[in-house]
């Protein structure tokens, strides 16, 4: 059981370049239902990266705010749960303790981990550094999408409780160590590709990074990437 803060936003723009986000989160006071693509009232700008029955609900783990504030002292007074566009902050749970699959009951709802959180250029943005989306992304401080398996009505002070574990041979924090690797084992890839639960679009990445790596034994691998700024709209 984990005892959670909720928060939902609306689409503003960022400071300086004026692009729009739904990273802005405030703090939920009253009940919400859960749909299949997220909380009532909650809006994401750019649905081609973000939102969508596989990312219907974000947690982000409140512990990585003290290592992200350590690393970017400059932001330390922003730096707060709701603050990375987090519908959910846990006190308790992190990557090292949740694996994909997982099922956990939110007040009528019923949510399954999918897959982990790609971090975005608009976290620069938002908070006015260089660099924390890079930092976020290399020290696998992701957080992670649920899709909404049994809509529901949510409320403060309801509590996240895993109902039926997931596969149990990687933990979602292993599974990211696995995914950043220089040069993953190919076999091990499609395992985790093949997790029951698995968000199709991140299973399709891992199978197309497994298929270049059995065709490029001896080539460089490329890492993934998180999601960069596009240069025009």
């Known amino acids: 059981m ?25 703090p939920v006071s009253v009940p919400l239902h859960l749909g299949s693509e997220g909380f009532a009232g909650d809006a994401q700008a750019d649905r081609r990266v973000h939102g ?92 992670w999408y649920f899709r909404v398996l049994l809509p529901g009505v949510v409320a403060p002070g309801d509590t996240l409780d895993i109902v039926e574990p997931g596969d149990d041979r990687l933990s979602l924090a292993q599974a990211l160590q696995l995914w950043h690797s220089h040069r993953p084992p190919p076999l091990a890839l499609r395992q985790l590709a093949a997790t029951p639960g698995i968000a199709t679009g991140w299973q399709r990445k891992i199978v197309e990074r497994s298929d270049w790596l059995e065709r490029h034994a001896t080539r460089p691998s490329p890492l993934p990437a998180f999601h960069v700024k596009p240069e025009r709209d």
């Open 2 to 26: 984990s005892n959670v803060f909720l928060f939902i936003g609306t689409i503003a723009p960022l400071p300086e370049s004026g692009r729009l986000t739904g990273m802005f989160k405030h």
């Open 52 to 143: 969508g029955p596989e990312k219907a609900v974000h947690l982000y783990p409140a512990v990585h705010y003290g290592r992200l504030a350590q690393a970017f002292p400059e932001a330390t007074s922003w730096l707060k749960p709701g603050s990375l566009g987090e519908n959910i902050s846990s006190p308790t749970l992190d990557e090292s303790r949740v694996r994909i699959g997982d099922v956990f009951r939110l007040g009528e709802a019923r949510l399954q981990l999918c897959q982990p959180r790609s971090p975005c250029w608009k976290i620069d943005a938002r908070f006015g550094v260089d660099g924390m989306a890079a930092y976020i992304a290399e020290h696998h401080l992701a957080g």
